[in-house]
């Protein structure tokens, strides 16, 4: 592990978060260092999802800070804070379903380029839009599937059309929501390298279930039960750490 | 790049681009049509048709692109309509409005204004609406458009109740607008315009962002697209259509009043993009045609037309998906997706 | 002073007939998903149910059960045949196929009462006024009126919070698979609870007949109301559409009533008469543009 001084890229403060009677975020501190890959894992109905709501701005938290390169962002529209360099993925993906793939990155490359207000030009024939499309297709993998519609794709496609789109971003920060669910042994080797690749290039707030994926890739892990962190640490440590292994691993080590 | 398709697809779109240019022919030669065969009253019906085409185009903007169930689009179209009275009503008078603005009963000059002052309206009551969605946004734009009927009830210096009677056709240079077939160019021109432009739009990169708004709003969002403005954008797009048609409607009915602005003609509109697919580009026009046509032929039968035009409704809304173009797939026995 | 109290009244009159239409729309959008526009044909429906049979029998006995019963089988029989078929449709379509029927109950009608007004006489008992406060006398059917709508918002409560149907219908809101795995028949007790909105409908229809005209279009005049009210008070909570209802009623009222005579100190009579009723009118509207602006989901919307 390398030396940091520096700033980290994230940092989020005493976050709280309630539903409620259901306190879903409990005084959550974190951090993401820039180019680090830093894996949020815990059993289901822990809150990661809510988490990465929070970070988003999709869910409002009730109390606590966010900052992101220095900047609080905590009070910004989803929107601004994507324009900032975070991006996200859906757990369940979130696509345009009546478009192909390769327009569904396409707009994500035109979102990326400022403002839409361009009424008359046809953006089917855009090449800055079409060809920066094809490049983030094919780093995640899809290459071949640009003309295929998006209902017409399989469920692992699909993961990988997510990934294709927050690359289109360029972010600094993604905030990937179980890449892995659901994809079957080929497509999950391929999501992994396709991961492995990105690695080092920014940094990854990697939640996941998939525990090979996770000892693999993590450079650190935070561990979150019921909305807390209860251990944080590199992939060693918390292998050893007994509150874990008795509130998670022991349990679902799968 | 080489798509294999490439050649294909420029066949059809040529195929396509012919059957438009027929069309377009077979509706120019309308009003010659109509006096061949004896039926002088049809241009008039074309006519209206033609201009509530462009009504239901613009609301399909709306509606049909970006998702936006607007059940007040009347209002922008009686705003407009009512532009075209109140400065024919200055005109005659001779008296400015607000003591500074001239009347008018140019076509050049109420046109234009009737589109920016529907723009203007959408642009206030659609800023308060976007702020909601979904089932609330349904019920606010149809509360907004009644409190501007009301508000054109209660207009009673400009006819209140009864409206306004529009005596002669807003005039254009060089040509006769009170001639019935000249004017139906004119408004099949304008229809031809309107249409070209929402083809470009939808096509845009704008229109791209439309369509995402309407399947994911969530993911559009996190591509960093702020959608609050660009759903605005297009409801002022559609408002400003809207009064275009209005202001055309006053001129052919030459008369205009509270009644453009009823619900029950939000919910026409509505039926026209349903009827003809929301989300296709001449689909609006094809809704038109055919629910005037119908109305019209319904009402010839009985007076109580209505009674079997809602079941009628119901029946297309429980049994084809995609209006006319759904009907079409059921009939075929095809796949509806 | 004793002006005031009046009109407080009538507003709190118009607020609960407005609070049986929105719950009924409010119960039936929160629990079903379903936008039902034709709930205002059920309050005509009732009205006019109420209004034929008075005009035959002359007992309003017969004339008010006439009125509940006829609202609440055609709002079963309209779920039966057509709402239940856009449960999983989207709010469009419900709004289309809705507004058809809309189109139908009113032409159907016209063709059955023609297009004149019927008017109902007020029952005996109910006739005349009462003393509420020193010099000031009110209408009994009103006041019988604004008693049978609270008894009504209480009787609702009471059976969503605290009756094994209202918790049947509290769950189904959120889990239908819940509800079916109690052994419940979900789409008779969908049926029963749109017969349920189509009452309240009804109810308020056949307690309009006496001090309204009875005629072909009443319902969607007060359906867009009815939309105001639920979208100042929050889609989906009845508490919401109790509280829309009353603040609705009570400054749609007091408007009519008070803004002329305002307007009349500062400009000429027929001129304040005039913007005075225009502003009035748009009164409502404007209140609920300003609710939108400060809370975009209503005063108390529902949870989630």
């Known amino acids: 592990m390398t030396e940091r001084t520096a700033e980290p890229l994230l940092r989020v403060t005493r976050l709280f978060k309630r539903f409620g ?76 379903t009546e478009e192909t793939a390769l327009d569904n990155v396409a707009l994500a490359v035109q979102a990326g380029q400022g403002h839409s207000f361009r009424f008359f030009r046809d953006a089917r024939r855009d090449r800055s839009l079409l060809e920066p499309a094809h490049e983030h297709l094919a780093a995640a993998g899809l290459a071949e599937r640009g003309g295929v519609r998006v209902s017409a794709l399989s469920h692992g496609e699909r993961k990988q059309l997510e990934l294709a789109i927050v690359l289109a971003a360029r972010p600094r920060l993604l905030l990937l929501d179980e890449p892995m669910a659901g994809l079957g042994a080929a497509e999950s080797r391929r999501m992994v390298d396709a991961l492995a690749r990105m690695k080092g290039g920014v940094g990854i707030l990697l939640v996941e279930h998939d525990m090979d994926v996770v000892f693999a890739l993590a450079d650190r892990i935070s561990v979150l039960v019921y909305g807390r962190i209860i ?24 | 790049m080489v798509d294999p398709l490439k050649t294909g697809g420029a066949q059809r779109s040529a195929l396509k681009l012919l059957a438009l240019a027929v069309l377009l022919a077979l509706l120019a030669a ?221 001129n052919h009915a030459r008369f205009v009043s509270p009644d453009m602005l009823h619900w029950t003609q939000s919910g026409e509109l509505m039926i026209m993009v349903i009827l003809g697919g929301a989300g296709t580009l001449l689909g609006p026009a094809a809704g038109a045609a055919v629910l005037i046509g119908l109305e019209t032929q319904l009402a010839a039968w009985t007076e109580h037309w209505q009674a079997i035009l ?19 797939r059921l009939v075929r026995g095809g796949r509806n997706d | 002073m004793p002006l005031l109290i009046e009109q407080a009244l009538n507003g709190l009159q118009l607020g609960v007939m407005l609070f049986l239409l929105a719950a009924g729309l409010t119960l039936i959008f929160g629990i079903m998903g379903v936008i039902n526009l034709a709930q205002g044909s059920l309050y005509m429906v009732g009205a006019y149910a109420m209004a034929a049979v008075a005009a035959k029998t002359g ?54 009462f023609g297009r004149q007004p019927l008017f109902v006489e007020i029952p005996d008992f109910l006739e005349g006024s ?73 109810l308020a229809g056949v307690m309009a ?33 109790f509280a829309g209802a009353m603040i609705v009623g009570i400054v749609d009222t007091v408007l009519r009533a008070f803004l002329p005579g305002l307007l009349r100190q500062v400009m000429m009579g027929p001129e304040a008469d005039a913007l005075a009723a225009g502003l009035s009118a748009m009164g409502v509207y404007l209140l609920m543009a300003i609710v939108l602006l400060v809370r975009p989901k209503g005063l108390l919307p529902a949870h989630g």
């Open chain 1, 21 to 96: 009677g259901v306190t879903a975020t409990d005084d959550l501190s974190l951090d993401v260092f820039a180019g680090e890959v830093h894996a949020l894992i815990g059993p289901n109905g822990a809150g990661k999802t809510t988490f990465i709501g929070q970070l988003m701005g999709e869910i409002a938290p009730d109390a606590g800070e966010i900052s992101f390169a220095g900047e609080r962002i905590d009070r910004l529209s989803t929107p601004a804070r994507v324009r900032r360099g975070l991006a996200r993925t859906f757990q369940i993906t979130e696509l345009l």
């Open chain 1, 231 to 254: 251990a944080s640490g590199t992939p060693a440590q918390i292998q050893a750490d007994p509150q874990v292994r008795a509130a998670y691993l022991g349990e679902g080590d799968a």
């Open chain 2, 30 to 250: 309308l009003p010659f049509i109509a006096t061949a065969t004896g039926q002088p009253a049809m241009t008039s019906l074309a006519t209206r048709i033609v201009i509530l085409a462009i009504a239901a185009a613009s609301l399909n903007l709306a509606l049909g692109y970006c998702g936006l169930v607007s059940f007040g689009h009347a209002a922008w179209y009686g705003v407009g309509g009512y532009v075209v009275g109140i400065l024919w009503r200055h005109h005659v008078s001779g008296e400015p409005l607000f003591g500074f603005i001239p009347g008018s009963d140019q076509l050049l000059v109420t046109l234009p204004l009737a589109i920016l002052v529907a723009g203007l309206f959408s642009a206030v009551l659609g800023a308060l609406s976007l702020r909601t969605s979904g089932v609330q946004f349904i019920m606010i734009t149809l509360a907004f458009a009644q409190m501007l009927f009301f508000f054109f009830v209660a207009l009673k210096a400009y006819g209140g109740d009864d409206g306004l009677i529009v005596r002669r056709r807003n005039a254009l240079p060089f040509i006769d607008t009170r001639d019935g077939p000249t004017f139906y160019w004119v408004c099949l021109a304008f229809a031809v315009a309107w249409f070209l432009l929402m083809w470009r739009i939808v096509n845009s990169r704008f229109g791209k962002v439309l369509a995402g708004i309407r399947q994911s709003e969530r993911r559009m969002a996190a591509i960093g697209v702020a959608t609050y403005r660009y759903k605005l954008v297009c409801f002022i797009i559609s408002g400003m259509g809207a009064g275009l048609a209005g202001a055309l409607m006053a």
């Open chain 2, 310 to 328: 809602g079941p009628l409704l119901v029946l297309m809304i429980l049994f084809t998906r995609g209006g006319l173009s759904g009907l079409a």
């Open chain 3, 59 to 112: 007992s309003f006995w017969l004339a008010a059960p006439a009125g509940l019963l006829a609202a609440a089988v055609a709002g079963m029989a309209m779920e039966y045949l057509v709402i239940r078929k856009l449960y999983a449709r989207d709010h469009l379509d419900q709004v289309l196929a809705t507004f058809g029927l809309i189109l139908f109950f009113n032409q159907m009608t016209t063709l059955i």
């Open chain 3, 130 to 202: 009462v003393p509420i406060v020193a010099g000031v006398r009110y209408p009994l059917y009103r006041l019988a009126i604004i008693a049978v709508g609270l008894a009504t918002a209480v009787g609702l409560y009471v059976l969503i919070a605290r009756t094994r149907l209202g918790m049947l219908i509290r769950a189904g809101a959120t889990n239908r698979d819940m509800v079916r795995a109690l052994g419940v028949d979900i789409r008779l007790l969908y049926t029963v609870l749109f017969g349920l909105g189509a009452m309240l409908a009804g």
């Open chain 3, 209 to 241: 007949g006496p001090i309204l005209s009875v005629q072909v279009g009443m319902g969607e005049q007060v359906l867009i109301l009815t939309f105001v009210v639920v979208v100042i008070g929050g889609v989906g909570s009845i508490r919401g559409a």
